[in-house]
T-cell receptor
Framework: EAQVTQNPRYLITVTGKKLTVTCSQN?????MSWYRQDPGLGLRQIYY???????DKGDVPEGYKVSRKEKRNFPLILESPSPNQTSLYFC???????????????FGPGTRLTVL | LAKTTQPISMDSYEGQEVNITCSHN???????ITWYQQFPSQGPRFIIQ???TKVTNEVASLFIPADRKSSTLSLPRVSLSDTAVYYC?????????????FGQGTELSVKP
């Protein structure tokens, strides 16, 4: 089944304890992205990657790191989490560019993170 | 990327047709319009995409006037399960660069 998976789905941690949220897709997609969603603020893009070894900042990259060493995986790293990073996180992937159309993005199930 | 403006929320009743309008005054010639649907605690799901006039699929219709400064997502005969947040995005893959702006979306509440 074509899908985007994220792990863990739920995580409660404490301030300053490094954590990684994994994201994997099995559709051979070029493009991957991370979003956070907070009440009243909608979905905001954190980082994105157009291809392996190519990453760039979205709208809210502060406090996050990413890496894209292989096409299928795009982990989100919080080196020193803080309470303001408590949020619902979504990973997404898409085929990339196809002509002049914006490709459909496929989203993972989400990771609910709480930083105490 | 063109900025979009949508109503924050809308209410409807089962069986009615719902129209959600998105304003995108600065849409560029190469931009496409895409709509996503998001249920609570789930990731957004692609609904429909168009460039001009009308597009229809099994879920919705998308109406785009000639000036393309707005678009309307039409959901026929909604049911309780259509209660969700709907996002309008405008962008062009060629000059896309990968950055996408979802905004706050429109929260649709369907009542019995």
């Amino acid at each position: 089944e074509a899908q985007v998976t994220q792990n863990p789905r739920y995580l409660i941690t404490v301030t300053g304890k490094k954590l990684t949220v994994t994201c994997s897709q099995n559709m051979n997609h070029e493009y991957m992205s991370w979003y956070r969603q907070d009440p009243g603020l909608g979905l905001r893009q954190i980082y994105y990657s157009m291809n392996v070894e190519v990453t760039d900042k979205g709208d809210v990259p502060e406090g996050y790191k990413v890496s894209r060493k292989e096409k299928r995986n795009f982990p989100l790293i919080l080196e020193s989490p803080s309470p303001n990073q408590t949020s619902l996180y979504f990973c997404a992937s898409s085929r990339g560019t196809s002509g002049r159309m914006q490709d459909e993005q496929f989203f993972g199930p989400g990771t609910r993170l709480t930083v105490l | 990327l063109a900025k979009t403006t949508q109503p924050i929320s809308m209410d409807s009743y089962e069986g009615q047709e719902v129209n959600i309008t998105c304003s995108h005054n600065n849409i560029a010639t190469n931009d496409y319009i895409t709509w996503y649907q998001q249920f609570p605690s789930q990731g957004p799901r692609f609904i429909i995409q168009g460039y001009k006039t009308k597009v229809t699929n099994e879920v919705a219709s998308l109406f785009i006037p000639a000036d393309r400064k707005s678009s309307t997502l039409s959901l026929p005969r909604v049911s309780l399960s259509d209660t969700a947040v709907y996002y309008c995005l405008v962008g062009d893959a060629a000059g896309w660069g990968g950055k996408l702006i979802f905004g706050q979306g429109t929260e649709l509440s369907v009542k019995p």
